[in-house]
């Protein structure tokens, strides 16, 4: 079986091939897919793609009439597939598990780094400049943290903070009944968090669930933690808030419009998203490059299920990790 390879850095190729077996051949493209670049899938049986892939109707139709069959997703999210479109054409597996600890470590330490000011620390004492001043924090115990989202990411991030000492409120469509922390309403999860933390799925139900109309329902100098996906915050309303004062700090590894920015050096270039390119210059924002899920342990890990799943497709004409397209 030939497999295309979409948006590829080196460390795909790397983990990839150690998990290649005779039967299958990769081809790998460091272009991300889109209605330009889908005629590369042609003469393929199956495509490889990662979050920032587009893989709406106009993609999915070409897909079909190259006589592609698998979509693999090297990713837990399937925000960037039409699915409704997919269903009964074109059948799509992803990566549910690969490795919630390496996302619920990264959001735990976006958190210390931003209320410890470490990153202000770093740079001021690379110059040999150990003042203390405007470098003061404050305890984690005994705040309370909202976690929107319980499932295996938000519910190891939301075990971290009860062993800080945190009270920690939850919100969820499907409260995990074995978890022994305490679900609430989204607003009032709003209205008494310190601090909140968004562990959810994008759809039309969590799009922008943080905007002007969420952030005022909550309190004065919250920090908004986002390692899920970008769009489930308004970006310009953020910014605004975060010039008001009324949000103490964001940190975010990902970004609603970060699809042409993220996963490249772009060090030469100006950016010319002036919303994100304001909120780099906040002294309150730490932005990462989408990485809370870039440990080996991850990446080898979605590597081996994603081989397993391409295999398991060709081999029974079905997955157990593919996506139930729903035809509504």
């Keep these: 079986m030939k497999i295309a390879f979409f948006d590829s850095k080196s460390y795909d190729i790397d983990s990839f091939n150690k998990f290649k077996s005779d039967n299958l051949k990769f081809k790998f493209f460091e272009t991300k897919l889109n209605p330009d670049t889908v005629s590369l899938a042609n003469g393929y049986d199956g495509i490889c793609v990662f979050v920032n892939d587009t ?3 106009e993609v999915i139709d070409k897909l079909v009439s190259y006589g592609v069959k698998l979509i693999a997703l090297r990713c837990a999210g399937f925000n960037n597939v039409d699915l409704k479109h ?10 549910p598990d690969y490795s919630p600890y390496a996302v619920a470590e990264h959001t735990l330490a976006l958190l210390l780094t931003s209320v410890r000011n470490i990153h202000k620390a770093y740079i001021r004492t690379k110059s040999f400049n150990f003042a203390l001043t405007g470098l003061m924090g404050f305890d984690l115990h005994g705040k309370t943290i909202g976690v929107i989202g319980t499932g295996k990411i938000g ?13 920690v ?11 022994d922390i305490e679900y609430t309403e989204l607003n009032k999860l709003f209205e008494a968090s310190d601090i909140i933390s968004l562990h959810c ?39 605004e808030e975060i010039r008001s004062g009324k949000i103490g700090g964001a940190c975010l590894d990902v970004y ?11 060090s030469d270039m100006i950016i010319k998203d002036d919303t994100l390119a304001l909120l780099m210059t906040m002294p309150n924002v ?8 870039f440990t080996k342990e991850a990446v080898s890990n979605i590597a081996s299920t994603t081989v397993n799943n ?19």
């Excluded at 997919?86 to 990566?95: F, P, T």
């Excluded at 991030?157 to 945190?166: N, P, T």
């Excluded at 409120?169 to 978890?179: E, H, M, S, V, W």
């Design 55 to 57: 893989v709406n109707s």
């Design 86 to 95: 997919a269903y009964g054409k074109i059948n799509v597996v992803r990566v």
């Design 155 to 167: 519910s190891i991030f939301a075990g971290f903070c009860k062993g800080l000492g945190m009270r």
């Design 169 to 179: 409120l939850a919100y969820d469509k499907f409260p995990n009944k074995n978890l």
């Design 201 to 239: 799925p994008l759809n039309e139900e969590s799009y922008h669930m943080i905007s002007k109309n969420s952030i005022d329902k909550m309190k004065n100098g919250v920090i908004i933690l986002n390692t899920s996906r970008g769009a489930l915050i308004n970006s310009e309303d953020l910014l």
């Design 256 to 266: 609603e419009e970060e699809s042409e920015l993220f996963f490249e050096d772009n």
């Design 286 to 293: 730490i932005v990462t490059s989408h990485q809370a899920f």
């Design 310 to 328: 391409i295999n398991e497709f060709f081999e029974n004409g079905s997955c157990d990790n593919e996506i139930k397209n729903c035809p509504k």
